[in-house]
């Protein structure tokens, strides 16, 4: 690669940090102290590999700067202008995000951007929380929650009464509180769905399909963690608490598990398609 092209890379690294040096700041810090972002960590690595793992194929591409690329990034000045004017941490870390498809363009063309659409896409869940969205959000999916413990424990035989988000269990009442709302576990697994798709070699449909069973399968998983609490705090309150914690780290994996045997389950039933597809041709 010639030095003209090194130092054009490394001017826009060092402007991309001087621009958005706060917004990424204000980033990490959300993920360390906010814990329904930390899976934030976890993305840029998941970024790195993959454009680690498909560099052989995006380092073939022609090298065709566009100067759409400035409009781009002119697109992400304002942005980030508005958000320091008072429209908040989400709109610089998205100027930031949409700097860098500039910088793309700018320096290599559309075809890189094509080819690290995927990345970019997944670099979404680094953005900090839309908090209207998420607020508006929180109450539901805790309903949600309550509603489906409550009837878990009725199927399991427990008696049980709901009021709201607040269950009686073997005359204990427990409140299902705004944490237990599994939007954690959602915004996670939603993302580790789509470094399944990416790493798998699947069809569109069954990426498509994945995509959009990810957030029931955490939804599933966290019920039955609201579950088994709530049925400890009724019948063993002793351990409740210490279960609680314990059966927090336990779904995680089991949401995991059950993407990854949705993702086996699928590719198992295109295999007759498959086999009649070949033996008629």
């Known amino acids: 690669m010639p030095l003209r092209r090194w130092l054009a890379i490394g001017a826009t690294v060092v402007a991309l940090a001087v621009c958005y040096g706060r917004a990424v700041a204000g980033m990490v810090n959300q993920w360390w102290t906010d814990e329904d972002m930390g899976h934030g960590f976890v993305v840029p690595l998941v970024i790195v590999w993959i454009v680690w793992k498909e560099r052989t194929r995006w380092s073939k591409l022609a090298i065709e700067p566009s100067a759409w690329g400035i409009t781009i990034l002119i697109a992400a000045a304002l942005l980030q202008l ?23 363009v700018c320096l290599n063309g559309f075809a890189w951007l094509r080819a690290w659409s995927f990345p970019l896409i997944l670099a979404l869940f680094i ?15 805790q309903l949600l929650a309550s509603k489906m413990a409550a009837g878990m424990l009725t199927a399991a035989g427990a008696a049980v009464i709901r009021d709201g988000n607040i269950l009686d269990v073997g005359g204990h009442r427990v409140l299902v509180a705004e944490a237990c709302n599994g939007l954690r576990m959602v915004f996670a697994l939603i993302m580790v769905g789509f470094a399944f798709c990416f790493a798998m070699p699947l069809k569109n449909y069954v990426r498509a ?29 002793e351990h409740a608490q210490q279960f609680h914690v314990y059966a927090g780290w336990a779904m995680l994996p089991l949401a995991f598990a059950m993407l990854y045997g949705l993702i086996k389950t699928l590719q198992w039933a295109m295999i007759p398609v498959n086999a009649y597809t070949l033996a008629s041709q």
């Open 82 to 104: 508005a958000g320091s004017a008072g429209a908040g941490l989400f709109a610089a870390s998205l100027a930031f995000l949409l700097s860098i498809a500039g910088a793309i």
């Open 127 to 141: 953005l900090p929380k839309l908090a209207i969205v998420y607020n508006q959000a929180t109450l539901p999916m």
């Open 209 to 237: 399909i994945i995509l959009l069973l990810s957030p029931l399968a955490a939804i599933i998983c966290n019920a039955v963690r609201v579950t088994s609490t709530i049925w400890m705090y009724g019948y063993m309150p």
